[in-house]
């Protein structure tokens, strides 16, 4: 479960980081901002509140 929790926040991550862009050309605020966004797939939760409710 955590691999494929990881899996799809690095999937959501790379919906607002093209391929090929540096990861470290945005801010730590950004990232968790776009780790922080709920997910359909979580039943509207983000990967943080799956995470922590284990």
């Known amino acids: 479960m955590k691999e ?3 899996k799809m926040q690095i999937k959501l991550v790379r919906r607002f980081i093209a391929k090929g ?5 945005y801010s ?3 990232i ?3 780790n922080n966004m709920p997910c359909k797939v979580l039943d509207g ?3 943080e ?3 922590r409710k284990r």
């Open 32 to 34: 968790r901002e776009i």
């Open 4 to 6: 494929e929790l990881m």
């Open 28 to 30: 730590e605020g950004q």
């Open 45 to 47: 939760q983000t990967g």
């Open 21 to 25: 862009k540096e990861i470290e050309d």
């Open 49 to 51: 509140e799956v995470y």
